[in-house]
């Protein structure tokens, strides 16, 4: 499961927090509740804790580490069972000055199942098991290929990386009679037959212990990429990983990003088709139907305190600060967000026309 572009900034804004926290001493205390526990022996458990605790030789030490214990088991008693993913908390003294007391605390529901229970006392928090959750759960594998070159990359989350690129040596077409015609094309063939296994040993050096790769997806024109799955000896395991073959005219990174075009229907559910659908959408209504579409931030925050806004556009690069009170508005009048990234050059485009921000409206409004 994928996380909603909203649990994701709230997520990262939140990991970013908390491993910025450095303490003086073991003063920054952890607890990760799994899924299913019982959170009434969790909480006895602490309150055992805190009285070993007590032994504590440093004072500073003693009292920082105590006061975040009986705060998260204060903290607990507000639950009546674990939440369903789990409860990560976090407590302890975070003042930066010698012998300073600022005791803070943090409880957080992950939107993802917590698999590891973790008590820890330490001058830093485990946020190990938090950022494992942003990481990206589906990757594509991309190949696009002819006769004179590859170029082998991934499509993670929303950003298209190019791994590696390839050439062939393979001669162009050259007029040639007789035996020279035919000599020539028995090693223009074998050179590209040689190419096509090198192809297919890098992909299966870059793919074959990909735990996270979802499918794979091959262009290339015609009828070089049906030769390189035919004739290429790409391995059954990553040939029954190709789920589109698709007709493109170029093998540089400009071919892959052809290439995830148009395959968006095999990959409707990946997070950058997703993002590139809601795009399309917001533009096409811009140019279709100017008086259902608004952006920049002005406007934008007065058709949400008019209740007019359908879908909201966020680019990733705006201040938290106004991330934050657009996204409290729309919660408001329960209007969709959708976080825009500035990974692609569509959340590029995006960022450059609209200043950062965008609406679908659900009627037209005046803004004089």
């Given at each position: 499961?994928?996380l909603?572009?909203k649990?994701?900034?709230?997520?990262?804004e939140?990991?970013?927090?908390?491993?910025?926290i450095r303490?003086?001493?073991?003063e920054l205390?952890?607890v990760?509740?799994?899924?299913?526990?019982n959170?009434f022996q969790?909480?006895n458990q602490?309150?055992?804790e805190?009285?070993?605790?007590?032994n504590?030789?440093?004072?500073?030490?003693?009292?920082?580490v105590?006061?975040?214990?009986e705060?998260?088991?204060?903290?607990?008693k507000e639950?009546?069972q674990?939440?369903k993913?789990?409860?990560?908390?976090?407590?302890?003294?975070v003042?930066?000055?010698e012998g300073?007391?600022d005791?803070?605390?943090?409880a957080?529901?992950?939107?993802?199942p917590?698999?590891?229970?973790i008590?820890?006392?330490?001058?830093?928090?485990?946020?190990?098991?938090l950022?494992e959750?942003l990481?990206?759960?589906e990757?594509?594998?991309?190949?696009?290929i002819?006769?004179?070159?590859?170029?082998?990359?991934?499509?993670e989350?929303?950003?298209?990386?190019?791994?590696?690129?390839?050439?062939?040596g393979?001669?162009?077409?050259?007029r040639a009679g007789?035996?020279s015609s035919?000599?020539y094309?028995?090693?223009t063939?074998g050179?590209a037959?040689?190419?096509?296994?090198?192809v297919?040993?890098a992909?299966?050096?870059?793919?074959?212990?990909?735990?996270?790769?979802?499918?794979?997806?091959?262009g290339?024109p015609i009828?070089?990429?049906?030769?390189?799955?035919?004739?290429g000896?790409?391995?059954t395991?990553?040939?029954?990983?190709?789920?589109?073959?698709?007709d493109?005219?170029?093998t540089?990174?400009?071919?892959?990003?052809?290439?995830v075009e148009q395959?968006?229907?095999d990959?409707?559910?990946?997070?950058?088709?997703?993002?590139?659908?809601?795009l399309t959408?917001?533009?096409?209504?811009?140019?279709?139907?100017?008086?259902?579409?608004t952006?920049?931030?002005?406007?934008?925050k007065?058709a949400?305190e008019?209740g007019?806004v359908?879908?909201?556009l966020?680019s990733d690069?705006?201040p938290?600060?106004?991330?934050?009170?657009?996204?409290?508005?729309?919660e408001?009048i329960?209007?969709e967000?959708v976080?825009?990234?500035n990974?692609?050059?569509?959340?590029?485009?995006?960022y450059?026309?609209?200043?950062?921000?965008g609406a679908?409206l659900?009627?037209?409004?005046?803004?004089?």
């Amino acid at each position: 499961m994928e996380l909603e572009q909203k649990q994701k900034q709230e997520l990262q804004e939140l990991v970013q927090l908390l491993g910025s926290i450095r303490g003086m001493h073991t003063e920054l205390v952890t607890v990760l509740i799994p899924a299913g526990t019982n959170i009434f022996q969790v909480s006895n458990q602490l309150s055992a804790e805190a009285s070993t605790a007590e032994n504590i030789k440093s004072k500073q030490t003693r009292t920082a580490v105590v006061t975040a214990l009986e705060m998260i088991i204060r903290k607990l008693k507000e639950y009546k069972q674990t939440p369903k993913n789990g409860l990560a908390l976090y407590c302890g003294n975070v003042s930066e000055k010698e012998g300073g007391q600022d005791i803070q605390i943090w409880a957080y529901e992950p939107p993802k199942p917590l698999n590891v229970r973790i008590y820890r006392c330490d001058k830093v928090f485990v946020i190990e098991p938090l950022k494992e959750m942003l990481e990206v759960e589906e990757v594509f594998g991309l190949l696009v290929i002819d006769r004179q070159g590859a170029t082998i990359g991934v499509l993670e989350g929303k950003q298209i990386k190019v791994i590696r690129t390839l050439t062939s040596g393979v001669p162009g077409k050259v007029r040639a009679g007789g035996q020279s015609s035919q000599r020539y094309h028995r090693v223009t063939e074998g050179l590209a037959k040689e190419f096509f296994r090198r192809v297919a040993d890098a992909m299966k050096e870059i793919f074959w212990d990909m735990p996270k790769l979802k499918g794979i997806l091959v262009g290339g024109p015609i009828p070089t990429k049906e030769d390189f799955l035919d004739e290429g000896e790409l391995v059954t395991k990553l040939k029954e990983k190709v789920i589109a073959v698709k007709d493109i005219g170029y093998t540089d990174e400009h071919g892959l990003e052809l290439l995830v075009e148009q395959s968006w229907e095999d990959i409707a559910n990946q997070e950058l088709i997703k993002e590139k659908n809601i795009l399309t959408k917001f533009f096409d209504t811009l140019g279709k139907k100017r008086e259902k579409a608004t952006y920049g931030y002005e406007k934008t925050k007065i058709a949400l305190e008019r209740g007019a806004v359908e879908l909201l556009l966020i680019s990733d690069k705006l201040p938290k600060e106004q991330i934050k009170e657009l996204e409290t508005l729309a919660e408001s009048i329960g209007t969709e967000v959708v976080i825009i990234g500035n990974e692609n050059q569509d959340g590029i485009q995006f960022y450059n026309l609209t200043k950062g921000v965008g609406a679908i409206l659900r009627f037209q409004i005046d803004f004089e």
